[in-house]
């Protein structure tokens, strides 16, 4: 209770610390950052095209960030029917949040980087997964969870070392590609397909080893890629 008012705790998977607290009411979210008693907007789903939203964000405070949105619609994830609305570099999907994740600006930063929101559950409950391929569909969060279910084959990936971008060969469409650290840190990769050849820019990765994860329909491929750094 925050001045008289109901909201759920969230605190670090990792580590239980508090990080805040929001309250989910018809079409709109509120949110309490820690050490605050003071709410902000976080999404407010009864927006139309056109107009303008000022929302929190969690680096910068709330008002920092302004968007106009630019087109709403319905999404049937997970066999739930969500609105949808579309801004500058992102969409807010109404009961899930921002693609880019729950408390980040939904733009991109300098670098041209931004987040990615992959799988969200509740329990056991998957309520959206995101699938990097060109299709835009969404695919389950067992990319991650189940995969002993999974047939396993290794890919060739060349150049290996790698300085600036890796390919690889295989048929048909694949749902995404995973980079993992040693320190077991994931990284989603934006890839490129011409025919059956897909090409994997490793710009900005830190260099060392990691393991290369690929979905296909029900085949996990897997393989070890060394980044430069170049």
């Given at each position: 209770?925050?001045?008289?008012?109901?909201?759920?705790?969230?605190?670090?998977?990792?580590?239980?610390?508090?990080?805040?607290?929001?309250?989910?009411?018809?079409?709109?979210?509120?949110?309490?950052?820690?050490?605050?008693?003071?709410?902000?907007?976080?999404?407010?789903?009864?927006?139309?095209?056109?107009?303008?939203?000022?929302?929190?964000?969690?680096?910068?405070?709330?008002?920092?960030?302004?968007?106009?949105?630019?087109?709403?619609?319905?999404?049937?994830?997970?066999?739930?029917?969500?609105?949808?609305?579309?801004?500058?570099?992102?969409?807010?999907?109404?009961?899930?949040?921002?693609?880019?994740?729950?408390?980040?600006?939904?733009?991109?930063?300098?670098?041209?980087?931004?987040p990615l929101l992959y799988c969200m559950?509740?329990?056991?409950?998957?309520?959206?997964?995101?699938?990097?391929?060109?299709?835009?569909?969404?695919?389950?969060?067992?990319?991650?969870?189940?995969?002993?279910?999974?047939?396993?084959?290794?890919?060739?990936?060349?150049?290996?070392?790698?300085?600036?971008?890796?390919?690889?060969?295989?048929?048909?469409?694949?749902?995404?590609?995973?980079?993992?650290?040693?320190?077991?840190?994931?990284?989603?990769?934006?890839?490129?397909?011409?025919?059956?050849?897909?090409?994997?820019?490793?710009?900005?990765?830190?260099?060392?080893?990691?393991?290369?994860?690929?979905?296909?329909?029900?085949?996990?491929?897997?393989?070890?890629?060394?980044?430069?750094?170049?």
């Amino acid at each position: 209770m925050i001045n008289t008012l109901s909201y759920t705790r969230m605190e670090n998977c990792l580590t239980g610390d508090y990080l805040g607290a929001f309250r989910d009411t018809v079409g709109k979210v509120f949110y309490v950052p820690k050490d605050s008693l003071s709410e902000s907007l976080i999404y407010d789903f009864s927006l139309q095209t056109g107009d303008t939203v000022n929302y929190y964000h969690e680096d910068f405070g709330f008002g920092a960030n302004q968007a106009v949105i630019q087109g709403t619609d319905t999404w049937l994830v997970n066999g739930v029917n969500r609105r949808v609305l579309c801004l500058d570099a992102s969409t807010w999907i109404e009961g899930i949040g921002c693609d880019r994740g729950f408390l980040v600006s939904h733009s991109y930063n300098v670098s041209n980087y931004s987040p990615l929101l992959y799988c969200m559950s509740v329990n056991d409950t998957i309520h959206y997964g995101y699938s990097a391929s060109s299709s835009g569909s969404n695919v389950s969060c067992d990319f991650f969870i189940g995969l002993n279910e999974l047939e396993k084959q290794s890919v060739e990936v060349f150049p290996n070392p790698v300085n600036y971008e890796f390919y690889f060969n295989l048929s048909g469409q694949i749902d995404a590609v995973v980079l993992t650290s040693l320190d077991g840190k994931s990284f989603v990769m934006e890839y490129s397909r011409n025919d059956s050849e897909y090409t994997v820019n490793v710009q900005g990765l830190a260099a060392g080893t990691y393991t290369l994860t690929i979905r296909s329909e029900e085949i996990l491929y897997n393989s070890q890629v060394i980044v430069n750094g170049g």
